[in-house]
């Protein structure tokens, strides 16, 4: 960046900070003033979800719209009762009755359409007649079902529990919810832990928390509201809180740390906040800005689910942004000097080079000593994390996923249990006709069912159903195999290779779809890889002008990322301690994950480079003394960072509790590739490779070997509390 960029960022964040200053209650008005709405609509009119995946343009989602189009009412929400009888067959009179005395109240329940009740003439009983399902069909879509309607149809079949017949949601009625409050108290839990020992005061500890929870009311909350105007899956404001709480915290950190560090350094109140925006301020600017651009890469993949969680993470990084400029300024000018106020009896003044300085300094010195070595040393581990990877297994989830007891493990189960695997991944072949069929006797649907109650892993196919208009067919088909079983993608490619004479044949339902999306992913994978990498290098080339740093920060990153791979298959398809995660075996990695995972770490790893990369730069630029300079750098931010990266694998790994398996997946890769990036690339792999490097790691085209070193000016410390934070000798007390 030349210095007229700098200039300009740095000039626009002190403008901003001033301007709190001034006024910092009517900044903190405005937060409270927001954070209040956000809160009191998420209580009035809740947070939507949708977990039915779209994806435009394939043949599972032609197949449903061509669906919908001809079948009114077909994208209204059918949800199931599944009941097991205690004692003898539900068809028994005893149970019927009480089934049936169930259903009618179910009938009266708010949103309730109809009620079709089991039968063993229908197919909705088992064989043995233990268990058996009621379909229930609601007037409102899958995404305006909320948890208090299914416990509302759940406490109207009472006379069914009352006659010792376990009765339990299925569909839409029993999905997976998306409460985060005990991930959110594990994480809030270490943190404040974390920021008391970092600062030795509760004041000053406190802040950073602050500002990641208002970050996730207003963000999260903001994004729970879109809910209402855009098909928004549960994991979307999942992953948007463990990101938020994360960055949040953390960027608030490295601003209360600058601020600190200039009022020790003898600065006025006032002055320091507006130097702390400007200088650390731009750092969370670009932190910030670049975790959104890597999500933005996201779009490539042109899949629908991906780009909403791109979209929405980007949100909440974004508020965490605002907040930490502008909401944590105007707190800092209300608190003055009492940020260091509350100390804690036997804790000393948090300090950059204590006893953490130190050790990173002589793991510098060591690692620099014998860089080859460590070097080498290192990336071995490195691909040796990351080997697992190629084992990598991409495939869907089904409720059969779920933890064991939850209810809808349980009703997954026993569906399975009473009709075959395949009755959790229903499919639908619909068929659209040159010429209108004549009736049921239509030798074109007679043909149609025939090839495909032939076709290869299908075990039941229903009878065509035919739209009013006579144009379009679809036929309910049950593969042998359940949704998570790869042998069902075979099946859904055995049944599309069907050519009805006349008419146009797609294969539609959930697990069509997913497969659909799994190839789709797939064949964009590269893409996203690509724009992501080349647009995250040349951010940090804009930030350093360094092409040589930026092409090796992009190499680390694909390291970490590697890892976090590997992690995923070794405990999600291997199965090496899966039971302590909450499943009780190996299971497929989610289709999208690694995609998404991919852009997520790439963005977050690029903070902790670039932190590093600073505080050697502006060594460099006062030494002209390589080594020196990363030795300096490592001991320089080692207490702030490590606090920093300690914080945010914390907050992700707590999220591995909750009961849905693909949050489960982005909590341990996320906070294994932060692990790996704040130890291994940060504390040995990195400081290695710039040794070796020597002065051809801040090579600019057009300079020459012995040039001297850039000046402060050409090297940009955007990413962390700069040379007064930071400065080694620094000992504040």
Known sequence: ????????????????????????????????????????????????????????GSDGQLGRDLADAHFPGSDDATGQLIFEAGVGRLDDPTNAAAIAAALTEVTDVAHVVSVTPPSVEAGTISADGRIGYATVRLDVGPRSVTPQMSDD????????????????????????????????????GVAVIVLVLVFGGLVAAGLPLVTGVLTLVVGVGGIGLAGHLTDLPGVATTLATMIGLGVGIDYALFLVTRYRALLDGGMAVEPAIVATVASSGSAVLFAGGTVMVALAGLAVAQVPILTTLGWTAALVVLVAVAAATTLLPASLTVLGQRINALRVPGLRRGRDNGDSGAFWGRLAARVTRRPAWYAIGSALLLLLLAAPTTALQLGQLDAGDDPPGSSSRVGHDLMAEGFGPGVNAMLSVVVGWDSPVTGADDPRLLTLRQQV?????????????????????????????????????????????IAPDGGQLH????????????????????????????????????????????????VMNLLSVGAAYGALVAVFVWGWGVELTGLDGPIAVESYVPMMLFALLFGLSMDYEVFLLTAVGESWQRTGDNLLSVRTGLA?????????????????????????????????GMAVAITVDATIIRGLLVPATMALLGRANWWRPGTQRDDPPPSSEEILPLSAPSREAFAVGSDPQ
């Open 636 to 668: 320089a931010t080692g207490r702030v960072i490590t606090s920093a990266a300690l914080i945010m694998v914390c907050v992700f790994a707590s999220f591995v509790v909750n009961p849905n398996p693909v949050v489960k997946m982005f909590g341990l």
């Open 507 to 554: 294969v539609t339902g959930a697990p069509a779809i997913k497969s659909d999306l799994g190839e789709r992913v797939g064949d964009r994978m590269p893409w996203v890889i690509g724009v992501v990498v080349v647009v995250s290098a040349l951010l940090l080339l804009f930030a350093f002008r360094a092409p040589v740093l930026a092409v090796k920060a992009a």
């Open 453 to 497: 109650a032939a076709t290869a892993g299908v075990a039941a196919a229903g009878p065509p159903v035919v739209s009013a208009d006579g144009q379009v067919a679809t036929v309910r088909v049950q593969p042998t195999t359940a949704a998570s079983d790869p042998a069902t993608v075979g099946t859904i490619d055995a049944l599309r290779d």
């Open 1 to 56: 960046m030349n210095t007229v960029e700098t200039g300009a960022v740095h000039r626009m964040m002190g403008a901003i900070g001033a301007a709190v200053v001034r006024r910092p209650w009517w900044v903190i008005s405005a937060w409270v003033l927001l954070t209040i709405t956000v809160a009191a609509l998420i209580v009035g009119f809740g947070r939507p979800t949708e977990e039915d995946v779209a994806l435009p």
């Open 153 to 188: 149809i759940v406490a109207a079949a009472a006379p069914a529990r009352d006659a010792d017949i376990q009765t339990v949601p299925g569909g839409p009625l029993a999905r997976q919810g998306t409460n985060t409050h005990t991930s959110e108290l594990l994480g809030l």
